[in-house]
């Protein structure tokens, strides 16, 4: 996935067609609260809720954004990154797909063991804009220590996302 964050960067223009178009999204001064399961090697080990925020687009694409989650046993994640969008339309319904890498601190509480307490969360979403400017979308991420400890496990986070611009 972060392989697909950075080649998403490398689209350097727009596009207009008759019904269809793509452009650069910003993500400036937006809230997005999530909700949803986690899973490692195909099983499920809990839930999480995150809250992020993301700040004013640096280098006319990226979103540094900060991050913060809980899941289940008292699993925290607190991380600083970037988030990038590409908003697309098809007739008259815009639609946008969201890409993200967010190093961060991972304390496991009783949750589940990643292994180091650096991990490196990377995640895609998809979805709609509502007609109140509001983003409902759903999203797939996964974090690991990059092999930083002993054991890489990985776990993996699939969400309901709720994101509002606030100025």
């Known amino acids: 996935m972060a392989i697909a964050f950075w080649l998403m960067s490398l689209v350097s223009s727009d596009y207009?067609?008759?019904?269809?178009?793509v452009k650069h999204g910003d993500a400036a001064n937006r809230v997005t609260f999530t909700q949803g399961f986690?899973?490692?090697?195909?099983?499920?080990?809990?839930?999480?809720?995150?809250?992020?925020?993301?700040?004013?687009?640096?280098?006319?694409?990226?979103?540094?954004?900060?991050?913060?989650?809980?899941g289940t046993g008292g699993?925290?994640?607190v991380g600083a990154g970037l988030y990038q969008q590409t908003n697309f339309s098809i007739g008259e319904r815009d639609f946008f797909a969201g890409f993200s890498f967010?190093?961060?601190?991972?304390?496991?509480?009783?949750?589940?063991?990643l292994g180091y307490p650096?991990?490196?969360r990377s995640g895609v979403e998809l979805g709609f804009v509502t007609d109140n400017g509001a983003q409902l979308s759903i999203s797939y991420d996964?974090?690991?220590?990059?092999?930083?400890?002993?054991?890489?496990?990985?776990?993996?986070?699939?969400?309901?996302?709720?994101?509002?611009t606030f100025e």
């Open 16 to 21: 207009e067609g008759n019904s269809f178009s």
């Open 38 to 70: 986690l899973q490692s090697r195909g099983r499920v080990v809990g839930g999480e809720a995150r809250v992020s925020y993301s700040f004013a687009r640096v280098l006319n694409r990226f979103n540094p954004i900060v991050d913060f989650s809980v």
């Open 75 to 77: 699993a925290t994640f």
């Open 102 to 113: 967010i190093p961060g601190l991972y304390m496991k509480g009783n949750g589940f063991d």
């Open 118 to 120: 650096l991990v490196f």
């Open 142 to 164: 996964h974090r690991s220590n990059a092999g930083l400890g002993r054991k890489n496990p990985g776990i993996e986070s699939i969400q309901l996302r709720f994101s509002k």
